[in-house]
């Protein structure tokens, strides 16, 4: 694999303002980033004007290569995700995007039945069904507190979705925090993993693993910058390397120790080590 896959979620410098998208333009290319990964949200922080949106990227040599939705809450998709769907893919292709990564279904029920986890499944189809009307590939995303969550529930998508139309963009933090191995779970799926999102984690002395689910521990301290973790990286740089993985290598940290620039700046470090130029 290259450096040159190597990109950077940029949302925790914000995604409401056009200064928040300037600031971490200039923050990510200062340190040799040349892409990101954004949320939906950013989209409208540009009022659907992927013309000016482009034009502040091209000013500092960076391009988007995927954009980030969720499934919200039951009852809330036709309005909160199918409602401007079209618009919004209009507004990816048209910033050269053919990539998108989609978060199952928001929070989870009292019980995770076979009725929760189809309804997470046909939310999925439907919308990589309308996504790859527009040469959109759809790469889903286990997430913490989601349908999509646990090892078996990655099963459960990848077992009951076309490989043509759902691929896997698995969370290496996410998934050791569901209490799952990402170096084995990525292995399994390795040859329809299109998307990769890169982060550490360790729990802290404060967190065990008993309960947190539940208990409304913030998990998202407990993820760190690459390396400084018990995800085994090498071993998955490995797999990917084995079935020629071409795709973004994208880092993200949800809550940086000290700041947004300074974590950005160790994560390009530590991964540029594993990779040609």
Not at 71 to 98: H, Q, R, S, T, W
Not at 196 to 201: A, F, P, R, V
Request: glycine letters at 6%; aromatic letters at 12%; proline letters at 5%.
């Amino acid at each position: 694999m290259k450096k040159s896959q190597i990109t950077y979620a940029i949302w925790p410098w914000g995604t409401q303002t056009r200064e928040q998208a300037v600031e971490a333009a200039r923050d990510v290319t200062s340190l040799g980033y040349k892409s990101f990964e954004s949320v939906k949200s950013s989209i409208y922080a540009y009022d659907l004007d992927h013309k000016a949106y482009k034009e502040m990227l091209d000013g500092y040599g960076l391009k988007p290569v995927s954009f980030y939705f969720h499934i919200p809450d039951p009852g809330e998709e036709d309005e909160m995700l199918f409602a401007n769907l079209d618009k919004e893919f209009e507004f990816i292709v048209a910033m050269g995007v053919d990539i998108v990564t989609l978060q199952g279904t928001h929070g989870r029920p009292e019980v995770m039945d076979e009725a929760a986890k189809l309804h997470n499944l046909n939310c999925m189809i439907k919308f990589a069904k309308i996504a790859k009307k527009y040469g959109i590939t759809t790469n889903v995303h286990p997430h913490v507190n989601t349908y999509f969550m646990f090892d078996d529930e990655i099963d459960y998508v990848m077992e009951n979705a076309d490989p043509d139309l759902l691929s896997l963009a698995p969370d290496t933090a996410h998934i050791a925090a569901a209490g799952a191995d990402p170096v084995k779970v990525i292995r399994k799926y390795a040859d329809r993993v299109k998307f990769i999102h890169l982060k550490d984690y360790k729990l802290g002395d404060a967190v065990t693993d008993s309960g947190w689910v539940d208990s409304g521990v913030p998990i998202m301290t407990c993820f760190h910058e690459l390396g400084k973790g018990t995800v085994n990286f090498p071993e998955i740089f490995k797999i990917l390397e084995s079935v020629n993985y071409t795709g973004p290598l994208c880092i993200e940290l949800d809550k940086p120790p000290i700041s947004n620039i300074e974590s950005a700046k160790n994560n390009y470090a530590y991964l540029e080590k594993f990779l040609e130029d």
